[in-house]
């Protein structure tokens, strides 16, 4: 809306009342940092009068499209699933491994882990799950060392989500 360039009248709470548009809020939201470090924000633009009545409006909005964006935004850490996690781990981490290490780690995140807890949200991944898949893995016949590999494997990429603040704790750390 490059249309409203508005004259600020006042910004409080990342909502402001445009003096030359009646009855116009721009509700702004703090979404996260761009890569080099300025504030990245997303803003929407509602009708309501300029009232304390239309305040309380444009604050209500404001809460509601905090809620959408942290239900909807893309990448929401709140929403990857494991194999997400497994790609981006790679992705980032990858340069410094040997042609070797980035090859046996791609093969065991695509054969041995995803197909069992890719799908999950990291949010709802619990220890049970990891320990599921290592007894499945071991049903199935893989010897004790790959077993112990695979949750090795799992739990590095997890320590990475943790880093990266995608979760607050690692669900694959033994007790």
């Known amino acids: 809306m490059s249309h409203l360039v508005p004259t600020f009248l006042g910004v409080a709470n990342g909502i402001t009342k445009y003096k030359t548009e009646p009855d116009r809020w721009r509700i702004q939201v703090y979404v996260g940092r761009t890569p080099d470090g300025r504030d990245k924000r997303r803003s929407r ?19 509601d499209f905090i809620d959408e964006l942290d239900q909807h935004q893309p990448g929401n850490e709140h929403e990857r699933t494991v194999a997400e996690l497994l790609d981006e781990r790679i992705r980032i981490d990858s340069p410094s491994w040997s042609l070797q290490h980035r090859t046996l780690v791609t093969h065991w995140s695509e054969t041995k882990i995803k197909p069992h807890i890719g799908d999950v949200r990291l949010s709802d991944l619990r220890p049970h799950d990891i320990e599921a898949m290592m007894a499945d893995l071991a049903a199935g016949g893989l010897s004790p060392s790959s077993v112990k590999r695979t949750h090795s494997h799992t739990r590095a990429a997890l320590n990475r989500a943790v880093d990266w603040g995608w979760i607050a704790t690692n669900p694959a750390h033994p007790r």
Do not use: F, W, Y
């Not at 633009?45 to 809460?63: D, S, Y």
């Open 45 to 63: 633009i509602i009708t309501a009068p300029h009232t304390k009545a239309g305040r309380l409006v444009a604050e209500r909005a404001r809460l």
